[in-house]
């Protein structure tokens, strides 16, 4: 029997009936919202770091409202859900975006950095959506001309194609990976529900984590000895411990060592190793970590 949690591969029927609720509630609104950042922010820099999040963002939605309530532990199905719903997220967003393209109103700033006023029109967004072979029309026509620039000069063509792609990417690859890592939680089949998980305050540094590892595979009650709690991890190196618990006494753990050094700046910041997900614990080693 391993000892690492697996995935049963279950999932309840009305995963696909929340997965679809998201779809028509949570995803549009995410849409409008990141295409209203990226229209009137003019920094490319910061969209890039806006799109990222607007992955994070759909991959979170589907995550908790498709997967965790859905209680999915299907790794393909999760995939399916979080690639179609990320699919969805932006096909919807270059709606909206178009629909400003077309209400774009007043320009104000200069040739290097400057913002359009627009407003989307619902009803219309609405007619671009149901509508796609409309919709790809007119982005191929957007697509020539393209409607920002760099330095003076209009982005559009090959190099705007390009971009677009990019966008795709990024946030297809993490709306699949947020879900995807969910569904690979712990979750008790006895109980039908996720187990409860708690990050527990910091520890000092595993100076050996191979040695831990294995003293945690071979079930040695010798796993946690030297382990103590730190006040200072804000600066020094520390282990953080994720405990996973069922209420029919499973018990799972995550180890991340979190070791610190300084940048160019001078400040600190963390190198993160994660040695060991979802191992199985024993209730005596589990009482030897919480007290």
């Known amino acids: 029997m391993s000892k690492y949690y697996q995935a049963s591969g279950k999932s309840s029927p ?27 922010i003019p920094f490319i820099y910061i969209n890039l770091f806006i799109t990222v999040g607007f992955g994070f963002a759909v991959g979170i939605a589907i995550s908790q409202l498709a997967i965790k309530m ?19 997220a932006l096909y919807f967003s270059w709606a909206l975006w178009v629909d400003l393209v077309i209400n774009a109103g007043e320009s104000y700033g200069n ?56 966008e795709l990417l990024i946030v297809l690859v993490i709306s699949v990976i947020v879900p995807y890592l969910k569904a690979n939680s712990p979750f008790c089949e006895i109980d039908n529900k996720w187990f409860s998980e708690k990050e527990l305050p910091a ?38 411990f994720t405990l996973y618990s069922s209420e029919k006494g499973a018990s799972f753990v995550t180890i991340i060592n979190k070791r610190a050094k300084k940048n160019d700046k001078n400040e600190i910041e963390f190198k993160d190793n994660e040695f060991v997900e979802y191992i199985s614990i024993s209730s005596e080693l589990k009482n030897k970590l919480l007290n």
């Open 70 to 88: 859905g209680k999915v532990r299907n790794s393909k199905i999760a995939i399916i859900f979080g690639f179609l719903g990320g699919l969805f």
């Open 203 to 240: 520890f000092n540094f595993i100076k050996n984590p191979k040695e831990m590892k294995a003293n945690l595979e071979n079930a040695n009650q010798n796993s946690f000895i030297g382990l103590e709690h730190i006040t200072n991890f804000e600066t020094e190196s520390h282990s953080i």
């Open 111 to 166: 040739s290097k950095i400057g913002i359009t006023t627009s407003n989307v029109e619902f009803l219309q967004a609405l007619e671009l959506v149901l509508q796609p072979d409309m919709l790809f029309n007119l982005i191929s026509k957007i697509n020539k001309t393209g409607t920002w620039g760099i330095q003076g000069g209009s982005v559009s063509g090959v190099f705007l194609t390009l971009i677009w792609i990019i």
């Open 14 to 40: 009305i995963s696909f009936i929340l997965f679809i609720i998201t779809l028509v509630t949570a995803i549009p609104v995410l849409a409008l919202a990141y295409t209203y950042l990226i229209w009137y």
